[in-house]
């Protein structure tokens, strides 16, 4: 089979980059193994939330201390605020109702009541400008009954510390106590799947009798796994404003993005090969020709470009064994610590050697193999060498950015 571009991966990263591919006019192939990590998404995406000792509040201007081989540095600031801006653009394209997006970090409520700097949220979420600017004096904190991943007690530990007084609310309907019958079924995408009209009415109406004091709603994010429906039918009968926190993985807002992001990418006429792998391909002369996949045998799937969107140790796209950390699928060149010793610190809580390794990159992101530029072969996302995502909040703005640049140096061939 051809295509123009095949692409290895099917989270955030390859999804934007074969949505943007196939608005240009390329016939694109993605190739899955599975669900992505952005089924663990919180529903909100980081630019650059830190420098590793504190939190920034103006992401753009704090890129130009990022060492020169993380991504923001080789893609170039001159390039990095459009390109930031066409990957918000991009997100609303496809259904996902983004807000933010200026040229300062808001703060979002995590699970454990923690309030933390993003970029943009989803518009089911609270933000607000700083943890000393929270928008609500009283709040209602709703839970469903029986529900075990939400924890309120975090949520009211956290807004109290900021002078916030919560008031604990208990949600259900006669489908959700049906559904207590068996523990293992009150997990979030459950609940999400069987939101009828009838249980958004049970909830509207107890939310709309509790104390007249209560400013806003915290809900968990449970509602609207294929679209926003029930989230905004809720919205629409409740007298107060309601917010959505993001529970404990699988995340409803994760998979509600994958599904949607997906959904664009076929309609554009996007080729989505789910649950099979990429085990190999021939490299020669400097480009790669071809992948092997699991599933297609003998057929191989050529392409005039392929981006490597596969991630890093978390989705496996960056493996290790005692004696060494490898790219399992091209073995491609990597940055690490040849000493196993040198991979991590003592300190579990300091940031980690390891978190920096991943794929040897230039200054378009093309990768290499044996010390040998591939011409032909992009990476993009968490499996780029340079990009610490956790002590630098930068993994979303790092896969969104680098996948729209690739796929912008491809059309433009």
Same mark, same amino acid.
């Given at each position: 089979m051809r295509f123009q571009s095949v692409i290895i991966g099917g989270g955030l990263s390859g999804l934007v980059a074969g949505i943007r591919l196939a608005e240009g006019g390329q016939k694109v192939a993605i190739v899955s193994s599975g669900q992505s990590t952005l089924h663990f998404f919180s529903g909100s995406l980081d630019l650059l939330g830190s420098d590793g000792r504190a939190e920034i509040l103006c992401p753009f201007d704090a890129m130009s201390s990022l060492a020169p081989a993380h991504p923001y540095s080789k893609?170039?600031?001159?390039?990095?605020?459009?390109? *930031?801006?066409?990957? +918000?653009?991009?997100?609303? $394209?496809?259904?996902?109702? #983004? /807000?933010?997006?200026?040229?300062?970090?808001?703060?979002?409520?995590?699970?454990?009541?923690?309030?933390?700097?993003?970029?943009?949220?989803?518009?089911?979420?609270l933000t607000f400008d700083s943890p000393e600017n929270f928008p609500y004096k009283t709040v209602g904190i709703a839970n469903i009954c029986g529900f075990l991943d939400f924890y309120p007690q975090f949520l009211s530990l956290g807004l109290e510390k900021k002078g916030v007084t919560c008031l604990t609310i208990s949600l259900t309907s006669p489908q959700l106590q049906a559904m207590r019958k068996?523990?293992?079924?009150?997990?979030a995408p459950n609940i999400a799947r069987i939101m009828s009209a009838e249980t958004v009415d049970c909830m509207a109406r107890t939310l709309n009798e509790a104390d007249s004091e209560i400013e806003a709603f915290l809900l968990p994010a449970?509602?609207?796994?294929?679209?926003?429906? *029930?989230?905004?039918? +809720?919205?629409?009968?409740? $007298?107060?404003?309601?917010? #959505? /926190?993001?529970?404990?993985?699988?995340?409803?807002?994760?998979?509600?993005?994958?599904?949607?992001?997906?959904s664009?990418?076929?309609?554009?006429?996007?080729?989505?090969?789910?649950?099979?792998?990429?085990?190999?391909?021939?490299?020669?002369?400097?480009?790669?020709?071809?992948?092997?996949?699991?599933?297609?045998?003998?057929?191989?799937?050529?392409?005039?470009n392929f981006i490597l969107a596969?991630?890093?140790?978390?989705?496996?796209?960056?493996?290790?064994?005692?004696?060494?950390?490898?790219?399992?699928?091209?073995?491609?060149?990597?940055?690490?610590?040849?000493?196993?010793?040198?991979?991590?610190?003592?300190?579990?809580?300091?940031?980690?050697?390891?978190?920096d390794f991943g794929v040897v990159s230039d200054k378009d992101f093309r990768l290499s193999h044996s010390g040998h530029t591939i011409s032909n072969l992009y990476g993009?996302?968490?499996?780029?060498?340079?990009?610490?995502?956790?002590?630098?909040?930068?993994?979303?703005?790092?896969?969104?950015?680098?996948?729209?640049?690739?796929?912008?140096?491809?059309?433009?061939q």
């Open positions: 893609i170039g600031m001159s390039r990095i605020r459009s390109l *930031a801006g066409e990957g +918000l653009d991009l997100l609303n $394209r496809c259904g996902l109702r #983004f /807000i933010g997006g200026g040229n300062a970090n808001r703060y979002h409520l995590t699970p454990f009541g923690v309030m933390k700097p993003s970029w943009i949220a989803m518009d089911d979420c068996s523990s293992t079924e009150m997990r449970i509602f609207g796994m294929t679209d926003t429906v *029930a989230l905004d039918d +809720l919205r629409a009968k409740v $007298r107060r404003p309601v917010f #959505f /926190i993001p529970t404990m993985p699988t995340s409803v807002l994760g998979v509600r993005s994958q599904i949607m992001l997906r664009c990418f076929q309609r554009l006429g996007g080729t989505y090969l789910l649950g099979d792998n990429v085990t190999g391909g021939d490299i020669s002369d400097g480009q790669l020709r071809y992948v092997t996949t699991a599933n297609l045998g003998s057929d191989r799937l050529e392409a005039d596969s991630g890093s140790f978390l989705s496996h796209g960056i493996k290790s064994v005692p004696e060494r950390i490898y790219e399992p699928v091209f073995d491609l060149d990597i940055t690490s610590e040849s000493s196993r010793s040198r991979w991590f610190g003592d300190d579990f809580y300091e940031t980690q050697p390891y978190m993009v996302g968490a499996v780029l060498e340079g990009c610490d995502a956790i002590t630098l909040g930068c993994g979303g703005g790092v896969a969104l950015l680098t996948a729209i640049h690739v796929a912008d140096t491809i059309l433009k």
